[in-house]
């Protein structure tokens, strides 16, 4: 009986022992199958998606749900930064000074974009004002500003789009220690998100500027249908005369009609682009300071290696 107990305590202890071994394994940050690590990558990718989805008419609920993807980005992004050893590999890696650099450019698009909505936000509604007054020569100063406005949100995109130039080190730079640690994995997530950022925040710049673009396309005045002129032969025939009177009408109703469908299309417009400019003017400030806060840290962070 001696036998056979200690035949059957050593594979349980063996079994004890590899668990622990796993879960010895499972708290260090490699790798890929981190919870953290995988949750930036899956948002990374969740934001990526929606980048890749553009279209020439965006929509205030497209550009909404955009805006709401880089948020997750940015929390998770912040998260795997305060992992402790996160911390401690971010301290020792060169490439932290250079996301560092990634985020002040993003800082500083955002901080421009910030003004920029401002002053869109009051030649828009300096535009249907004059568009409800109908006042030719003020509508048309009005867009042509607005038109400059979103020229430079264009600019401000392309600039944005070449925020994040810091690149993952390639495979042969780091050593087996450090890739047994997840090195090589962290740095490729916390570059894939920066660029991923940087894409989806080029995404929404240009995405408000086509709405802006498409709430300057105004419907010229229709010119009124004047009476038919009846010629006396005709006057002679009265039903005649009832006919080209009620076809007179007819265009005339035609032409107002399509006028007001035109001016409800332009105001609906206008409308659409007056909320997206409200809701990002509160996602950019909640943009704005997350990627302070995530400046901060690094810079903490690379502070402390003195």
């Keep these: 009986m001696a036998g056979f107990r200690r035949t059957v305590s050593l594979p349980v202890l063996a079994a004890a022992a590899k668990r622990t071994a796993y879960k010895i394994r499972s708290a260090s940050l490699p790798v890929r199958f981190h919870p953290i690590v995988s949750r930036l990558n899956d948002d990374v990718a969740s934001l990526v998606s929606w980048s890749s989805s553009c279209t ?94 979103t020229c430079e949100l264009e600019q401000l995109a392309s600039t944005t789009q070449e925020a994040a130039q810091t690149e993952p080190p390639s495979p042969g730079t780091t050593t087996a220690s450090e890739d047994a640690a997840g090195v090589s994995t962290l740095l490729l997530s916390l570059c894939s998100a920066m660029a991923a950022l940087a894409a989806a925040s080029t995404v929404v710049f240009v995405g408000l500027a086509a709405l802006s673009d498409q709430s300057t396309m105004l419907p010229t005045p229709t010119i009124a249908v004047g009476p038919t002129k009846v010629s006396r032969a005709t006057t002679r025939t009265t039903w005649m005369a009832g006919v080209m009177q009620w076809r007179s009408r007819a265009k005339k109703q035609a032409a107002v009609e399509e006028e007001r469908k035109a001016r409800k299309a332009a105001l609906d417009q206008f409308d659409m682009l007056e909320e997206c400019i409200k809701d990002m003017e509160s996602r950019t400030e909640e943009f704005y300071r997350g990627l302070v806060r995530a400046r901060v840290f690094l810079l903490n962070v690379l502070s402390s290696r003195c």
């Design 56 to 149: 020439q008419s965006p929509s205030a609920k497209w550009l909404s749900e955009g805006a709401s993807r880089i948020s997750v980005v940015l929390t998770s992004l912040f998260e795997l930064m305060q992992h402790p050893l996160a911390v401690d590999q971010l301290r020792d890696s060169l490439v932290t000074s250079d996301i560092s650099e990634d985020l002040l450019r993003l800082v500083d698009s955002y901080d421009t974009f910030r003004l920029a909505l401002l002053n869109l936000a009051q030649l828009q509604a300096e535009t249907r004002a004059s568009f409800r007054r109908q006042n030719q020569s003020r509508i048309a100063l009005a867009v042509r500003a607005q038109r400059l406005a």
